[in-house]
Each structure stands twice: as C-alpha cells, then as structure tokens.
C-alpha cells in the first residue's frame, strides 16, 4: 500500500487527488494543506495548517510513512518544500527551490531565456533599477507591461490599455529594483504543459487556453485564473503543428539547461515535475515566451488531468523513479470550464456566502475550491478565493459553451463567474 502525500488544498489538488484515486493500485492518500476542502478532506488524510512549516511537514511524513509526494501550489515550492522532502528521502513530484527560480523570479526567468539562446522569443524588456528616464524612454515608444517580481497569484502583472492608461499614472515611488517592463503584445494567448522526470525525460500536455481577467471580453482586474478552454482533437483553432513543436522545444530546451544549472551546483535531482510554459502567438504568426510556471496550471491541470487517459499514480511512479517511459495519452474532446468566485474577488474578503447546488446537476463537474463545509447540514459556503470550478466535455467549444452555461444556473450563490 502506498503512502502519498499531496500538498495543496485547492481545486487543482481536488482533482490531483480524485485522479490518484481512480488508480488501479491501492494507497493511502494525506494531504497537508492551508483549508479544509471538502472534497480532499473526504478523500484523504487532511491535515490543515496556516503555513506550511519545517517542522510540521516532517512531524506528518515522519509519522505517515509516506512514499512520494506531489506539490501543488507555487508557494511551497518558493520556500524549498521540495529540498527538505528530497533531503528525507521523499521523492517529490515539485522541482527543487532553485529550478522553481523560472516561475519565482520573473527577473530570473528572462535572464535564464536570454543566457540559453532564446532571447528571439522573449519580448522587449528592461528591468527597473532607480533610471527613470532609461524607463520612460522604454515606455515611450511602445506599449508596456509592468511585472513585479516574486508570487502574486496571478495579480502582479499590469498591462497598459487595461490596468493604465499612461506611464505617467505609475507610481515610481512603490517601484524598486524588482520590477520588470515588458513591451506589450497583442495576440491569442495559450499554455503548454510538460512533466519531466528529474534526467530530462519529458512528456507533453495538449495546448490549452485560459482566461485572467474578471470580466467579460478580458476586462477588469487579472486573478489567478476564471476558466480555460480546449477545442476537440486536443487543439486550439489558432495554432497549426510548427506553433505546438516550437513551444515544445522551447520547455524541453528550458528544462534542459536547469538540469545543466543544477548540475554545476550539484544539485540532486534535476528538475522533476511539471512546467508550464505561457506564450502567446502574435498577429504576425510570431511565439513569445509570456512566462514560466514551475507547477500544473490551475484551473488548466483540472481539464488536462481530466482529459488523461493514462493512470495517473503508476505516472507519478515512473516521475519518482526518474525514469518516465510512458506516453501520454488523451481523450479528444472539446472541454471548457470556469470558476466561480466570491463577491468582491479578487479583493480579500472575510465573509462567507451560501452556495446552493441544485441536485440534477452532474456532481462529476464540479471541483471544490476555497469552499467550507457544514457538515452536520452538508451545506456549503464560499470562502475568499475560487470557489467552485465547473467543467464540460463536447464535441466542440460551442457545444460545451451551450452545455456549461445552462447547466451552471443551477449553482446559486452570490458567485461571480464569466
């Protein structure tokens, strides 16, 4: 019997833990998470805790004998869970701190991109240091995109046109060395998902599409994400063959050169788990890198690992074992799903809203997010993050986009959704 443990309490570990569950091996499956998701919480040995400590994470694998471990959430991967896990010889499915550096660091990643020959495919950058003029003469003859540095869930990017109008409405004042501006760019935006095994061996999801802005029509505030999309034949319209072989290379070749960089640090294992590559295809048929991530996507990991035909833990074992042989394999229709979200998102809020799901609907569908449970009355209430995720599969995007958004009248709360 195996012991597993899954770090993260969110939608995206809901369905990480409901895909290790439809294994044909028998396990045990702990979670060690920051909420009591309802679902993992059935599911799964929940231990919740405000922050992910040192100390507790050794006490709960010391205790629970657990073979291997899956990393949810950036932000564990920020503090170096995976070093300790590895360091206690736990296989952890999460890259070591430094490789975890391509999502942590924007300033990092485009440094990276240029130092490995892929600078043709990052736009044009500056990084801020305290040369307001070197700055407004950037801004001047283009539009921008101001990142700032680190994690923000989803939050820390600033486009101009949407969140700005003027370089002159930027507040200098707020700004240091970590910022980075980038020269906008206008396009259709997609993800690419890999998993590697820590020696370079890498598989690749399907192309997928997501969706961060509140509002309809890519308006209002960006957030962690509102819903994501694929077309049938695990496709996006936009893209032919060369676009996916290209943003293909373009992670194997990032996922290479970590391994190269952690080898000369002597770093053990190379990088293992998934990366997710962000870019967007420009109107003149051009592939930028937008960004990297250092984990599955969320919501894009819940519709991919949906969509996995493969069994997902005898997957995780090959990741573990640092030999990954298998094919990835995928259901070929369309699928299409959205969050939906408490008033207020993405602002915090410390209120919590009833959320009343109508019996018909197809429990399958739905994903648990930041919910609670009562469990004497098996109600539930939204928290102050996404809520629920819903999802459809179908012949094509306009037959899921008929289907979800009659079917997800039957949610009523006072949610939010596109």
């Known amino acids: 019997?195996?012991?597993?443990?899954?770090?993260?309490?969110?939608?995206?570990?809901?369905?990480?833990?409901?895909?290790?569950?439809?294994?044909?091996?028998n396990s045990n499956i702990y979670c060690l998470g920051?909420?009591?998701?309802?679902?993992?919480?059935?599911?799964?040995?929940?231990?919740?805790?405000?922050?992910?400590?040192?100390?507790?994470?050794?006490?709960?694998?010391?205790?629970?004998?657990?073979?291997?471990?899956?990393?949810?959430?950036?932000?564990?991967?920020?503090?170096?869970?995976?070093?300790?896990?590895?360091?206690?010889?736990?296989?952890?499915?999460?890259?070591?701190?430094?490789?975890?550096?391509?999502?942590?660091?924007?300033?990092?990643?485009r440094k990276f991109i240029d130092k490995i020959g892929l600078s043709n495919y990052s736009p044009n950058y500056i990084v801020f240091n305290n040369n307001y003029e070197k700055i407004k003469?950037?801004?001047?003859?283009?539009?921008?995109?101001?990142?700032?540095?680190?994690?923000?869930?989803?939050k820390g990017v600033k486009v101009q046109g949407v969140d700005f109008n003027d370089f002159s409405e930027i507040d200098i004042s707020n700004i240091n060395d970590n910022v980075i501006f980038e020269e906008k760019l206008e396009g259709e935006e997609f993800s690419l998902i890999s998993v590697t095994d820590g020696n370079?061996?890498?598989?690749?999801?399907?192309?997928?599409?997501?969706?961060?802005?509140?509002?309809?029509?890519?308006?209002?505030?960006?957030?962690?994400?509102?819903?994501?999309?694929?077309?049938?034949?695990?496709?996006l319209d936009?893209?032919?063959?060369?676009?996916?072989?290209?943003?293909?290379?373009?992670?194997?070749q990032i996922i290479d050169n970590l391994n190269s960089f952690g080898k000369i640090k002597?770093?053990?294992?190379?990088?293992?788990?998934?990366?997710?590559?962000?870019?967007i295809k420009t109107k003149d048929d051009k592939l930028y890198i937008i960004e990297f991530n250092c984990r599955l996507g969320d919501p894009e990991?819940?519709?991919?690992?949906?969509?996995?035909?493969n069994d997902f833990l005898e997957l995780c074992l090959e990741l573990t074992s640092g030999y990954l042989k298998t094919d990835l394999e995928f259901r070929k229709n369309a699928s299409l799903g959205v969050y939906l979200v408490p008033k207020n998102?993405?602002?915090?809020?410390?209120?919590?809203?009833?959320?009343?799901?109508?019996?018909?609907?197809?429990?399958?569908?739905?994903?648990?997010?930041?919910?609670?449970?009562?469990?004497?009355?098996?109600?539930?209430?939204?928290?102050?993050?996404?809520?629920?995720?819903?999802f459809v599969e179908g012949t094509s995007i306009l037959d899921c986009r008929n289907k979800l958004y009659n079917d997800i009248k039957l949610v009523n709360g006072n949610l939010h959704y596109r």
Request: with cysteine; glycine share 6%; aromatic share 10%.
């Open 1 to 25: 019997m195996l012991n597993i443990l899954v770090i993260g309490s969110g939608a995206r570990e809901a369905m990480i833990v409901r895909k290790l569950s439809e294994s044909k091996q």
């Open 266 to 279: 002597n770093y053990r294992p190379g990088y293992r788990g998934f990366i997710y590559g962000s870019y």
């Open 34 to 109: 920051t909420s009591r998701n309802p679902y993992i919480d059935k599911k799964t040995n929940l231990y919740v805790h405000d922050f992910i400590l040192t100390d507790i994470v050794l006490k709960f694998i010391n205790e629970n004998l657990i073979d291997f471990a899956i990393i949810g959430p950036e932000v564990p991967l920020r503090d170096g869970i995976s070093n300790l896990l590895e360091n206690n010889d736990i296989p952890c499915i999460g890259p070591l701190k430094i490789y975890a550096q391509i999502e942590t660091s924007k300033i990092f990643a």
């Open 301 to 309: 990991g819940i519709i991919l690992l949906n969509m996995l035909k």
């Open 137 to 154: 003469s950037f801004s001047e003859s283009k539009k921008i995109v101001v990142k700032y540095d680190g994690l923000h869930s989803g």
């Open 200 to 235: 370079g061996r890498i598989q690749h999801f399907p192309p997928i599409q997501d969706y961060k802005r509140l509002l309809n029509n890519d308006l209002g505030p960006n957030t962690g994400s509102m819903g994501c999309l694929i077309n049938n034949n695990n496709s």
């Open 345 to 390: 998102y993405p602002k915090k809020t410390y209120e919590k809203y009833d959320i009343y799901i109508n019996k018909s609907l197809n429990k399958q569908n739905i994903v648990y997010g930041n919910v609670e449970e009562d469990i004497k009355e098996l109600h539930l209430y939204s928290l102050s993050s996404r809520s629920l995720f819903y």
């Open 238 to 252: 936009f893209l032919n063959e060369n676009d996916i072989f290209l943003a293909e290379k373009i992670n194997k």
